[in-house]
Structure formats: structure tokens, C-alpha cells
């Protein structure tokens, strides 16, 4: 079946401009996540789903970044008065949850930002 | 807090020969679940592997190989007769379950090139 789908998969943002960055899970997966992804670096936690509910924001950097998840599948990362420190790779996620949490994250190909 | 260590930046061999990717964890839970996941230049996190902290059993798949030793903290990869398809960043990441923790905290990763 279709992976995790991510749109667009680059985005060239003027600082100071808003950016929304959208995220297909794929079908039936509870869970979801973002993770940003700095040049050279291992990708970090920024905010998890467990359907529509957001559980854990704790990685978000500032109050300038915001998710959703309206419906329990689509999500949105909105980053506002975007700052050239925004700049990576946007990666999200989705999982079955499975009893006892024993679950595999299956990730999308990305979103590139590069603010200028 | 969880941290994953990956010392090795980038690794260079040539086509055949055995390579190790070196991979250290730290976390208090007594639970938790290691992963490897393969980074190619299209950018998309391949999953490889899975293991839960109650199974130190090692794993072997193909040219692939695990060797998870919890005395150590330690949760390595081994390529046997590399490819050049394997040229990829390698991630080892980490998920704690402390309170009903979903994120993955990844390591920086390592940089593994196979030359023909």
C-alpha cells in the first residue's frame, strides 16, 4: 500500500514568511510524528499524534510552530515568521499502535525548507 | 533522559569488505526498543530493525547482522561483504517507554561509503 506521503517536498520561504508543511499517514496508523532534521544531524523529536489528539509537544522549539491534526489523519506543521535557524529537513512519521507499544515508525521522504 | 551515541562520523571501505557500525545508549527505563534505520541520498529513514530491551538475542539477516549487549549499552551493526547500495547515513535510535514515551531519540548518525 501507499508509504507516508509529505508535501511539498521542497520549500523556499523568505524569513519572516509563514510555511505549512503537510503530512499523509498512512491508512489506519494511529500515530504520528515529526521530527526535524538539521544538516548533518540525526533527526529530532518535535511533536507526536495519537489520532487527533496531540500528546507530546515537548520538542517544538518555539510557540512559533504549530500542528495539527484535525481528523485524525492529515497533519500540518505551520511554522510562522520563519527564521533562517528553521531551516532543514521536515520528517513525519506514522505507527500502528499495538498493544504494549512494541511499533515500528514509518517515515516519508521529507520536506526540505531553506529560509532565506 | 535517552541519548544515542554514534561515534563513527563517516566510514569509507571498499566493496566486500566487513563493516561495523558502532552505536551507545544511555536510558534509566528498564524498558525500551532499539532500532537501525538506513538514510539514502533520496533522503527517506528505511527501517531496518527492532529490538526490545528483554531480547538480547542477536539477529541476523542477509549481510546484515545485530549484536545488541546490554552490559555495554551497546546495540552495533554489521555489514559482511558490503555493497555498494549500502552507501547510506545509518541511524541507531532509541525509543524509552517512562510514561507512555512514543519519540525516537536518534544519534547523529554515520556517514558509511562502500567504493568500487
Known amino acids: 500500500g501507499a508509504g507516508v506521503s509529505q508535501s511539498p517536498r521542497y520549500k523556499v520561504a523568505k524569513r519572516g514568511q509563514d510555511v505549512a508543511l503537510r503530512c499523509d499517514p498512512i491508512?489506519?496508523?494511529?500515530?504520528l510524528f515529526w521530527y526535524q532534521q538539521a544538516l548533518g544531524q540525526g533527526p529530532e523529536f518535535l511533536t507526536y499524534f495519537q489520532n487527533e489528539a496531540q500528546l507530546d509537544k515537548s520538542g517544538l522549539p518555539s510557540d512559533r510552530f504549530f500542528a495539527e491534526r484535525p481528523e485524525g489523519s492529515v497533519s500540518t506543521l505551520k511554522i510562522q515568521r520563519t527564521q533562517q535557524e528553521d531551516s532543514a529537513v521536515y520528517l513525519c512519521a506514522s505507527s500502528f499502535v499495538l498493544a504494549g507499544g512494541n511499533n515500528e515508525q514509518f517515515f516519508g521522504p521529507g520536506t526540505r525548507l531553506t529560509v532565506l | 533522559a535517552q541519548k544515542v551515541t554514534q561515534a563513527q562520523t563517516e566510514i569509507s571501505v571498499v566493496e566486500k569488505e566487513d563493516v561495523t557500525l558502532d552505536c551507545v545508549y544511555e536510558t534509566r527505563d528498564t524498558t525500551y526498543y532499539l532500532f537501525w534505520y538506513k538514510q539514502p541520498p533520496s533522503g527517506e529513514l528505511v527501517f531496518l530493525i527492532r529490538r526490545n530491551s528483554f531480547d538480547e538475542q542477536n539477529e541476523i539477516s542477509g549481510r546484515y547482522s545485530w549484536n545488541f549487549q546490554k552490559s555495554t549499552s551497546s546495540f552495533n551493526f554489521t555489514i559482511t561483504a558490503s555493497q555498494v547500495v549500502d552507501s547510506a547515513v545509518y541511524f541507531c535510535a532509541l525509543r524509552a517507554t517512562l510514561q507512555g514515551a512514543q519519540k525516537l531519540v536518534f544519534g547523529q548518525g554515520t556517514r558509511l561509503t562502500i567504493n568500487p
Open positions: 491508512s489506519g496508523h494511529v500515530s
